[in-house]
């Protein structure tokens, strides 16, 4: 049974930083790619970034040249460095590990399978 947990959520002020992680467990972690999406308040999950099994990253326009998605396949662990926060990074951040159905690049929610339970971010302006 897979397994992500997240971690290293919290409150910052506009312009700072977080680092967050999520261990995996349950599967063969280096195989499989790995991706982060966001879920605000009346809104729907929006993609972040993707890691690919062999580093390839992915991100979305809103969050590239601020986010960085990495991996240490060591620890089954991602990563997502956070810099230069906004009010409207402010969200719900979640884990995600790729379904069968996922393509490399993909940033739909429905090609991951897997899902932490989300730690919450909050940005102050």
């Known amino acids: 049974q897979v397994q992500l947990v997240e971690s290293g959520g919290g409150l910052v002020q506009a312009g700072g930083s977080l680092r967050l992680s999520c261990a995996a467990s349950?599967?063969?972690?280096?195989?499989?790619?790995m991706g982060w999406f966001r879920q605000a308040p009346e809104k729907e999950r929006e993609f972040v970034a993707a890691?690919?099994?062999?580093?390839?990253?992915f991100y979305a326009d809103s969050v590239k040249g601020r986010f960085t998605i990495s991996r240490d396949n060591a620890k089954n662990t991602v990563y997502l460095e956070m810099n230069s926060l906004k009010p409207e990074d402010t969200a719900v951040y979640y884990c995600?590990?790729?379904?069968?159905?996922?393509?490399?690049?993909?940033?739909?929610?429905?090609?991951?399978?897997?899902w932490g339970q989300g730690t919450q971010v909050t940005v102050s302006s």
């Open positions: 349950g599967l063969t972690f280096s195989y499989y790619a």
């Open positions: 995600a590990a790729e379904s069968a159905r996922y393509r490399s690049g993909s940033r739909r929610s429905s090609d991951f399978g897997s």
């Open positions: 890691i690919s099994w062999s580093g390839a990253t």
